[in-house]
């Protein structure tokens, strides 16, 4: 449910929708709470509540901060391997002319190749799905360095240094599907967590006594933003490939723009 959130609701709506159904159901539940147990509103309970409440108030905050960062180290992660393999990419893609004009161009146009077919295959490589043709691509590539004779000491020196930005790049796609593949956010358990201390906190906050009825209802207010918006983190950052908050494919873009550009 949560990816097919992420996939098909804009951010912006899914904050809207969350503040809208935590904050509106919350002053629900406390609309009733107040006019059933009127007795509540004179604050008997607040001693029990002062003290239950920041202990919850704390674990709240440290379990979903420690969720937050993780899935957020998860995106930076994701983020940093798509740029590796960009950045090998375009390195390739400059200094080709070294190996003559027939050669350079046949490295070119594979560079090219894989970089198109990389680009296209994004949206279903987000999802840790390998597309053929990129396949097919990387190995053609490959296979055109690998056949190459060098013929003097500088052709020699760019092929060594092309190798290894072959086999770097090469690792960077790898890691990156694996990491789409892998990375599918919290599991259920944890979310079932991350639902019930919620819920301890916006009981906690409802049931806290309070005479006058509109300071209540705007402390409550409060932590249901507090609240809604921890539950957007949580599911925006769930995937480090889908999204608007998730890895970026410019990294792989940019390799067509330099192979573009004027020689």
């Known amino acids: 449910m949560a990816r097919w959130i992420v996939i098909n609701v804009p951010s912006w709506l899914l904050l809207a929708g969350l503040v809208v159904g935590v904050v509106g159901g919350t002053a629900g539940v406390q609309a009733f709470v107040r006019h059933r147990f009127p007795r509540l509103g004179q604050g008997r309970q607040n001693e029990v ?4 409440f920041p202990v919850i108030a704390v674990v ?12 957020w180290g998860q995106v930076n992660t994701a983020d940093q391997t798509t740029r590796t393999e960009g950045a090998m990419a375009a390195q390739m893609a400059r200094g080709l002319e070294v190996f003559g004009k027939a050669e350079g161009a046949r490295l070119r146009q594979g560079l090219w190749e894989y970089g198109r077919a990389a680009a296209a295959e994004w949206p279903s490589a987000a999802s840790g ?17 690998e056949n190459l004779e060098p013929r003097n000491d500088t052709q020699r020196a760019f092929l060594t240094s092309s190798l290894a930005s072959l086999k770097e790049l090469s690792r960077a796609r790898t890691e990156r599907l694996l990491e789409a593949r892998t990375n599918i956010g919290p599991p259920l358990s944890l979310w079932m967590v991350i639902f019930l201390t919620s819920g301890l906190v916006l009981g906690f906050s409802v049931v806290f006594g309070c005479e006058q009825a509109l300071t209540h209802y705007g402390m409550v207010g ?22 608007e908050f998730s890895a970026s494919p410019e990294p792989l873009r940019a390799v067509l723009q330099v192979l573009s550009s004027p020689r």
């Open 222 to 243: 409060a932590v249901s933003v507090l609240v809604a918006a921890n539950l957007f983190l949580v599911t925006e950052l769930s995937y480090p490939f889908l999204g």
């Open 129 to 145: 799905r390998t597309a053929p043709e990129a396949e097919r691509a990387l190995n053609r590539l490959h296979t055109a360095y």
């Open 60 to 71: 709240y905050g440290f379990l979903v901060g420690f969720i937050v960062l993780a899935l």
């Open 49 to 52: 509540a002062q003290f239950v």
